[in-house]
Nanobody
């Protein structure tokens, strides 16, 4: 089992920055990647950014160049999402996801953290 906890959400004005943190615990040796997803009211949950255990990253087109996902140097299962140049459309609940891939895919989710960007 893997447990995931996020922190760092809040209210910020458009153009501002926030940094989200996520820490995974438990059977972390099984994790293949950790990612950030978001869900706005009335919309489907979407991938924002993800980082593999090898350090490869991928981003949604909508956040490319504004958001950066990274891992803690000392703790491989702590992941950050630095969000710059925030826009009102970035407003959503942000969820951290730890993915374990064996002969099946198993996703572990945090409780979510609210990010609100005012115009």
């Amino acid at each position: 089992q893997v447990q995931v906890v996020e922190s760092g959400g809040g209210l910020v004005q458009a153009g501002g920055s926030l940094k989200l943190s996520c820490v995974a615990s438990g059977s972390t040796f099984r994790i293949n990647s950790i990612g950030w997803y978001r869900q706005a009211p009335g919309k489907q949950r979407e991938l924002v950014a993800a980082i593999s255990t090898g350090g490869s990253t991928n981003y949604a087109d909508s956040v490319m160049g504004r958001f950066t996902i990274s891992k803690d140097n000392a703790m491989n299962t702590m992941v950050y999402l630095q969000m710059n140049s925030l826009k009102p459309e970035d407003t959503a609940v942000y969820y951290c996801n730890a993915r374990v891939v064996t002969n099946m895919i198993r996703d572990y989710w945090g409780q979510g953290t609210q990010v609100t960007v005012s115009s």
